[in-house]
């Protein structure tokens, strides 16, 4: 069983940035970031493993974002840049074992949430 806490979400102006993280109690093949909009289901954002750094990001997101991990302290980031209104959400870190990543069923782990208002 690994357990997920995530911190550093809050209310930023669009064009701001904030830098989410999640602290890991055990080590998986990978770390994701996924969100989630009121009345909208949980999208893919980005993800990472563990070993040699591989990440990916949904389009919507790349360039903006940028997911990284400290192996040392098992903790994953996600840096915002360039905030959208549209990147409001409720982010949720979570950890799995699979090669694939874009879809929440290859996660076994999910944090509690960390809720991101972008405003205009």
């Known amino acids: 069983q690994v357990q997920l806490v995530e911190s550093g979400g809050g209310l930023v102006q669009a064009g701001g940035s904030l830098r989410l993280s999640c602290a890991a109690s055990?080590?998986?093949?990978?770390m994701g970031w996924f969100r989630q909009a009121p009345g909208l289901e949980r999208d893919f954002v980005a993800t990472?493993?563990?070993?040699?750094?591989?990440?990916h990001y949904s389009d919507s997101v790349k360039g903006r974002f940028t997911i990284s991990r400290d192996n040392a302290k098992r903790t994953v980031y996600l840096q915002m840049n360039s905030l959208k209104p549209e990147d409001t959400a409720v982010y949720y870190c979570?950890?799995?074992?699979?090669?694939?990543?874009?879809?929440?069923?290859?996660?076994?782990?999910w944090g509690q949430g960390t809720q991101v208002t972008v405003s205009s």
């Open positions: 990472i493993t563990w070993s040699g750094g591989r990440d």
């Open positions: 979570a950890a799995g074992g699979s090669s694939y990543y874009q879809n929440e069923r290859y996660y076994d782990y």
């Open positions: 055990g080590r998986t093949f990978r």
